[in-house]
């Protein structure tokens, strides 16, 4: 039932939904996820969990709970003795403040009390829900062995309450996968919660997956103990400093496998960090005490460092690292700023044909020079299997790298190349190094190329009809400024080939194309997370014609549309000084205020957008519950809607629909 507004002034739809819990108690599975609910809805929800005893999932996201609300809710939840998973992130009404000393509306309380009694719980989302954290919540996940996923990111998880959080996991064993991402939480606070793993006897934690994106975890702090020196047979007590990176203290959880640092502030100096991450044999983890043994570490499998400031330096320890390491198989180095001579680095690894299978290195401007490094790598590499360069203005001469060792390299099946300005040479070169002839084609010789020159004449055809040495399953060039023709028949040659494979050359309006503009409206804002796929089947579902392009944009400050396109949503010009059809938002302000997402959509026929702008006046733009405002693409008025009758569009749009 997600995305009705289910709750609301009335509560008349919550109590026949409480009257139908009762009535049906074999319900395993509910979503009431942006149902608009309150705590009005839930004092009329939460008694009705009582007579469920079959319930294993719960999700109640996105929601209007305040703090008592949300904590009423979780009282109940404890009643049911098969739930499973529980999910109740962006509760954005709720805060860390005090609930009125009642345990029964304290959210921290309810969870806890479902933590203790129950012995099926296995996940809890508490994304984004800053609720107020209590003493007893760790006492009760020390002593669970049940919950295996554990999602405290964004909650506001205070500092002082790390080393509580350290000592229920050195007791709780089976809790696998912890994220603690974007709390704000600094160098010292990690090693408050890793200290308790720390002691002398303690085995460290047993967490496979642990996700710490954009908490401040760069440079080293210095710890101090006593300790005790025999000077004579007389025992005196003196002080040892030890100095400790991110590594260092992450080496207490022995069983690591998945590691995320995301936009962590690492820069160049980190060596030492990444050193420690992959396992190196130069450090040993500290410990509390001086004679104890520190546990064995469980070799990373996966790490995310995408959004620090590696740089070159970085990217040369990486490569130091990875030397002696063969467990690592996903590598993300976006967003870096390693350069050529990094991605020479990166090079050096794949041509030694290191066990890595997954290798991102998104926004890292390699540049021409950089992908040729990669691609002579590839030639020689046996294990890669994904492979992401996007932005990184690679153009025609780095694609054509690319294809010349596609053929030899038998491993490579998803190639990611967005952003990347390649034009119709480089993607006739990539294709064309994955899809060949038929043997029995005479009307060229073997291995014969298409001419660039005569794309739009030649027939779809010509082009290879059979898959090539190439394994690549997967190729992404959207936002390349490849022409309409040369789509059109890369197209076709996929489609009449052996063996499926996935191809993206999605575009947006980067040119101030008034055909195109016609085409096209703006609609505004969109409810967060959403897709361009669920856009389309918004507006499909309201019988508006063919959509040719969707591109999701967020003219956020310093912030770039979630499909990277040449920043034609924020100032209306691409790199180039050309104008963007789409590039101004309408109304007073429109999107441009923080936070508020939009999209582009082109349509087919120009007749789409008449009945598209009819939406709203219609009450019929409601996506996700939410209201949208959909204008024409460009237009700097505040009116959504344009004042010319299209009756008669309307109809010819419908009857050619039926």
Same mark, same amino acid.
């Given at each position: 039932?997600? =995305?009705?507004?289910?709750?609301?002034?009335?509560?008349?739809?919550?109590?026949?939904?409480?009257?139908?819990?009762?009535?049906? *108690?074999?319900?395993?599975?509910?979503?009431?996820?942006?149902?608009?609910?309150?705590?009005?809805?839930?004092?009329?929800?939460?008694?009705?969990?009582?007579?469920?005893?079959?319930?294993?999932?719960?999700?109640?996201?996105?929601?209007?709970?305040? #703090?008592?609300?949300?904590?009423?809710?979780?009282?109940?939840?404890?009643?049911?003795?098969?739930?499973?998973? !529980?999910?109740?992130?962006?509760?954005?009404?709720?805060?860390?403040?005090?609930?009125?000393?009642?345990?029964?509306?304290?959210?921290?309380? $309810? !969870?806890?009390?479902?933590?203790?009694?129950?012995?099926?719980?296995?996940?809890?989302?508490?994304?984004? #829900?800053?609720?107020?954290?209590?003493?007893?919540?760790?006492?009760?996940?020390?002593?669970?062995?049940?919950?295996?996923?554990?999602?405290?990111?964004?909650?506001?998880?205070?500092?002082?309450?790390?080393?509580?959080?350290?000592?229920?996991?050195?007791?709780?064993?089976?809790?696998?996968?912890?994220?603690?991402?974007?709390?704000?939480?600094?160098?010292?606070?990690?090693?408050?919660?890793?200290?308790?793993?720390?002691?002398?006897?303690?085995?460290?934690?047993?967490?496979?997956?642990?996700?710490?994106?954009?908490?401040?975890?760069?440079?080293?702090?210095?710890?101090?103990?006593?300790?005790?020196?025999?000077?004579?047979?007389?025992?005196?007590?003196?002080?040892?400093?030890?100095?400790?990176?991110?590594?260092?203290?992450?080496?207490?959880?022995?069983?690591?496998?998945?590691?995320?640092?995301?936009?962590?502030?690492?820069?160049?100096?980190?060596?030492?960090?990444?050193?420690?991450?992959?396992?190196?044999?130069?450090?040993?983890?500290? @410990?509390? @005490?001086?004679?104890?043994? #520190?546990?064995?570490?469980?070799?990373?499998?996966?790490?995310?460092?995408?959004?620090?400031?590696?740089?070159?330096?970085?990217?040369?320890?990486?490569?130091?690292?990875?030397?002696?390491? /063969?467990?690592?198989?996903?590598?993300?180095?976006?967003?870096?700023?390693?350069?050529?001579?990094?991605?020479?680095?990166?090079?050096?690894?794949?041509?030694?044909?290191?066990?890595?299978?997954?290798?991102?290195?998104?926004?890292?401007?390699?540049?021409?020079?950089?992908?040729?490094?990669?691609?002579?790598?590839?030639?020689?590499?046996?294990?890669?299997?994904?492979?992401?360069?996007?932005?990184?203005?690679?153009?025609?001469?780095?694609?054509?790298?690319?294809?010349?060792?596609?053929?030899?390299?038998?491993?490579?099946?998803?190639?990611?190349?967005?952003?990347?300005?390649?034009?119709?040479?480089?993607? =006739?070169?990539?294709?064309?190094?994955?899809?060949?002839?038929?043997?029995?084609?005479?009307?060229?010789?073997?291995?014969?190329?298409?001419?660039?020159?005569?794309?739009?004449?030649? /027939?779809?055809?010509?082009?290879?009809?059979?898959?090539?040495?190439?394994?690549?399953?997967?190729?992404?060039?959207?936002?390349?400024?490849?022409?309409?023709?040369?789509?059109?028949?890369?197209?076709?040659?996929?489609?009449?080939?052996?063996? *499926?494979?996935?191809?993206?050359?999605?575009?947006?309006?980067?040119?101030?194309? *008034?055909?195109?503009?016609?085409?096209?409206?703006?609609?505004?804002?969109?409810?967060?997370?959403?897709?361009?796929?669920?856009?389309?089947?918004?507006?499909?579902?309201?019988?508006?014609?063919?959509?040719?392009?969707?591109? &999701?944009?967020?003219?956020?400050?310093?912030?770039?549309?979630?499909?990277?396109?040449?920043?034609?949503?924020?100032?209306?010009?691409?790199?180039? @000084?050309?104008?963007?059809?789409?590039?101004?938002?309408? $109304?007073?302000?429109?999107?441009?205020?923080?936070?508020?997402?939009?999209?582009?959509?082109?349509?087919?026929?120009?007749?789409?957008?008449?009945?598209?702008?009819?939406?709203?006046?219609?009450?019929?733009?409601?996506?996700?519950?939410?209201?949208?405002? &959909?204008?024409?693409?460009?237009?700097? /008025?505040?009116?959504?809607?344009?004042?010319?009758?299209?009756?008669?569009?309307?109809?010819?749009?419908?009857?050619?629909?039926?």
């Amino acid at each position: 039932l997600s =995305h009705n507004p289910i709750g609301g002034y009335d509560t008349k739809c919550t109590k026949q939904l409480a009257k139908l819990f009762k009535e049906h *108690p074999a319900l395993r599975s509910l979503d009431l996820s942006a149902c608009s609910l309150t705590d009005d809805d839930a004092a009329i929800l939460a008694p009705a969990f009582e007579f469920n005893a079959r319930l294993r999932a719960f999700r109640f996201d996105n929601n209007r709970f305040s #703090t008592r609300g949300l904590g009423a809710m979780l009282y109940r939840i404890a009643f049911i003795p098969t739930l499973e998973t !529980l999910s109740f992130n962006s509760m954005r009404q709720v805060t860390a403040g005090s609930s009125g000393g009642d345990p029964a509306r304290n959210p921290g309380e $309810g !969870l806890a009390r479902l933590l203790e009694v129950s012995v099926s719980l296995r996940e809890f989302n508490a994304w984004r #829900t800053h609720f107020p954290y209590s003493s007893r919540l760790f006492d009760a996940l020390a002593h669970n062995r049940s919950l295996v996923k554990m999602d405290l990111g964004e909650t506001g998880f205070p500092e002082h309450l790390t080393s509580r959080l350290g000592d229920a996991l050195t007791h709780n064993t089976q809790l696998c996968e912890l994220n603690l991402e974007r709390n704000s939480l600094s160098l010292q606070a990690l090693y408050q919660l890793c200290k308790p793993g720390m002691r002398k006897g303690q085995r460290g934690f047993s967490v496979e997956a642990l996700k710490m994106n954009g908490n401040h975890l760069a440079g080293t702090i210095t710890i101090t103990k006593r300790r005790r020196a025999d000077l004579d047979d007389d025992e005196e007590e003196e002080d040892e400093t030890t100095e400790l990176n991110a590594a260092d203290i992450l080496r207490v959880f022995r069983t690591l496998r998945v590691l995320e640092m995301r936009d962590c502030q690492l820069d160049a100096s980190s060596g030492a960090i990444i050193g420690g991450l992959l396992g190196t044999p130069e450090q040993a983890a500290p @410990g509390e @005490g001086a004679s104890g043994s #520190t546990p064995e570490n469980a070799p990373l499998e996966v790490l995310i460092l995408a959004q620090n400031r590696l740089h070159r330096e970085g990217a040369a320890s990486i490569a130091r690292c990875l030397a002696c390491n /063969t467990t690592l198989r996903v590598l993300d180095l976006s967003s870096n700023q390693l350069g050529v001579a990094g991605a020479r680095a990166v090079a050096g690894v794949l041509a030694a044909d290191h066990p890595l299978e997954e290798l991102n290195l998104f926004a890292n401007q390699i540049g021409i020079e950089g992908c040729r490094e990669i691609a002579t790598a590839l030639a020689s590499n046996t294990h890669l299997r994904a492979l992401d360069l996007g932005m990184n203005r690679i153009r025609d001469k780095g694609a054509n790298a690319l294809a010349a060792v596609l053929t030899r390299n038998a491993t490579l099946e998803s190639l990611k190349l967005r952003l990347n300005l390649i034009g119709a040479k480089g993607a =006739h070169a990539l294709v064309q190094a994955i899809i060949r002839r038929e043997e029995t084609d005479a009307a060229a010789p073997h291995g014969s190329r298409l001419s660039v020159s005569s794309e739009a004449t030649r /027939t779809s055809d010509q082009m290879h009809d059979r898959w090539g040495n190439a394994a690549v399953r997967e190729l992404l060039l959207n936002n390349n400024p490849v022409p309409h023709e040369m789509i059109l028949m890369i197209c076709t040659a996929i489609a009449e080939a052996r063996h *499926p494979m996935t191809l993206d050359l999605q575009q947006r309006i980067a040119e101030a194309d *008034p055909d195109r503009r016609r085409h096209t409206v703006w609609m505004c804002p969109l409810p967060g997370g959403c897709s361009s796929d669920e856009i389309a089947r918004f507006l499909y579902s309201n019988k508006c014609g063919a959509i040719s392009n969707i591109t &999701i944009c967020q003219p956020k400050q310093g912030a770039a549309p979630t499909s990277r396109p040449m920043r034609a949503a924020r100032g209306g010009r691409d790199r180039r @000084g050309r104008g963007c059809a789409g590039s101004r938002a309408p $109304g007073r302000g429109g999107a441009a205020k923080k936070g508020k997402r939009f999209a582009f959509v082109e349509f087919m026929d120009e007749n789409s957008v008449e009945v598209a702008l009819h939406l709203p006046p219609q009450n019929r733009a409601y996506l996700r519950g939410q209201k949208l405002s &959909i204008a024409r693409a460009g237009i700097r /008025t505040g009116r959504s809607v344009d004042s010319v009758d299209s009756s008669a569009a309307l109809a010819a749009l419908y009857q050619s629909q039926m």
